[in-house]
């Protein structure tokens, strides 16, 4: 059998896409992502990729980075503070909302351009993108959900990109969750991003396209604190497409969560992952 591209479009395909739902997850999701641009943790973290992103020899500022899925800014403020200048692109619009507000308040707005779309749908000639970015850059977002729309990533590049993804990702209070309602959904809006086997298609496109991409691994692991309504607000959407009636799933979900919540009325979660870091670019030699 010829191994081409063909072969990891049929390994990674995606699954169907769902944007409305997407759009309105990420939507209300836009406060909480927000907040950790204030966050100290989330900080180091970032500071720790862009001192991997040196040692690689990733393009320089002021070079032009795109970010795809770039949420409320959480990447896109850092590296417009570094000197890039740098365009977002996110399927909410309450995200992109986000990420203009935060450039504002930290002093970057000149080097930001934050543009509402699917990434899937957006036409790169029409737009101006292919081959535009010096570097596209793409952090665990289910923006990248297929090999065709990584494909397109690469495309609009004119040297260099980087993705990263989870290997895997517990989250104890989501399985504790799914024992209690008695199944595992097969199919929401993480899981059909993150546990095909992106990481082992990407490696082998990128090869396929002359690069030689460097990997490492990285794991981690966080406790976060919810109040109950965002939990019901996170959790549903993964357990939905399994139930029949909503409402009852609601109810569900929210009297095991309230039976969680501390005095307070929150729930707490710990989250453990083993994350791909993965950075190609053109070879100087080539």
Request: glycine share 6%.
């Amino acid at each position: 059998m010829a191994i081409d591209e063909a072969v990891f479009r049929a390994l990674w395909p995606g699954g169907p896409a769902r944007y409305a739902e997407q759009e309105s997850f990420w939507n209300r999701r836009a406060d909480e992502f927000g907040r950790l641009l204030e966050d100290p943790e989330r900080k180091r973290r970032v500071e720790d990729l862009l001192a991997w992103f040196n040692a690689e020899g990733v393009p320089r500022p002021p070079a032009r980075v795109l970010d795809i899925g770039c949420g409320p800014g959480t990447y896109a403020i850092f590296l417009a503070q570094e000197g890039y200048d740098v365009t977002g692109v996110d399927i909410a619009e309450r995200m992109v909302e986000r990420a203009r507000a935060y450039a504002e308040r930290y002093g970057v707005a000149d080097r930001t351009h934050f543009v509402q779309a699917v990434w899937e749908e957006l036409d790169l000639d029409a737009v101006g993108w292919r081959g535009a970015f010096d570097f596209v850059f793409a952090s665990n977002t289910p923006a990248i959900r297929n090999a065709d729309a990584f494909l397109k990533m690469v495309e609009a590049s004119r040297n260099a990109g980087f993705l990263s993804s989870f290997v895997w990702r517990r989250d104890s209070l989501r399985e504790e969750l799914e024992a209690a309602l008695g199944f595992r959904p097969p199919e929401d809006v993480f899981r059909e991003a993150f546990d095909e086997p992106r990481v082992y298609a990407v490696l082998n496109l990128l090869w396929l396209r002359g690069f030689h991409p460097s990997v490492t691994y990285r794991r981690g692991g966080w406790t976060q604190r919810l109040t109950v309504e965002d939990a019901i607000d996170r959790y549903l959407r993964r357990f939905i497409r399994e139930a029949k009636d909503e409402e009852a799933l609601r109810r569900e979900i929210r009297a095991f969560l309230e039976r969680r919540a501390d005095a307070e009325g929150t729930v707490t979660t710990h989250v453990r992952t083993k994350m791909a870091w993965i950075f190609w670019r053109k070879e100087d030699d080539e």
